[in-house]
Nanobody, 118 residues
C-alpha cells in the first residue's frame, strides 16, 4: 500500500486548505482511512477518519465543524477539507490506512506541512 499526501501550504488564520491522499497498491474494501497530524514538540494526534465502504466519518473534537473528510472510491483518494484554520492547526499532516475499524493504522504516507499564520 502506498499513500501520497499533498495539498499542504502556508495560509492565514481563517483561510481554508484541502489536503488529498492518493492511495494505491491494493483495493481498500473494509479499510478505515485516517488523517493525523504532528506539531513541533508534540505527539502525533488523530484528526479524522472515514470508512472506505460506507464513508462514515469520525473527527477529533478540536476539528469538528471545521474539517470534513471524504473518500472517492473511483479515484482512490481521501481528502481533508480544512476550513476556518487556526494557528494551532499548524502541523505535519499524515494520511494513514487501517485494514478495518478495529485494526491499527499500519500504512502511512510521507506527510504534508500545513502552516497557519496569525
Amino acid at each position: 500500500v502506498q499513500l501520497q499526501a499533498s495539498g499542504g501550504g502556508l495560509v492565514q488564520a481563517g483561510d481554508s486548505l484541502r489536503l488529498s491522499c492518493a492511495a494505491s497498491g491494493r483495493t481498500f474494501t473494509n479499510y478505515n482511512m485516517g488523517w493525523f497530524r504532528q506539531a513541533p514538540g508534540k505527539e502525533r494526534e488523530f484528526v479524522a477518519s472515514v470508512t472506505w465502504n460506507l464513508g462514515t466519518a469520525n473527527y477529533a473534537d478540536s476539528v469538528k465543524g471545521r474539517f470534513t473528510i471524504s473518500r472517492d472510491r473511483a479515484k482512490n483518494t481521501v481528502d481533508l477539507q480544512m476550513n476556518t484554520l487556526r494557528p494551532e492547526d499548524t502541523a505535519v499532516y499524515y494520511c494513514a490506512a487501517a485494514r478495518s475499524l478495529s485494526s491499527n493504522y499500519i500504512f502511512w504516507g510521507q506527510g504534508t506541512q500545513v502552516t497557519v499564520s496569525s
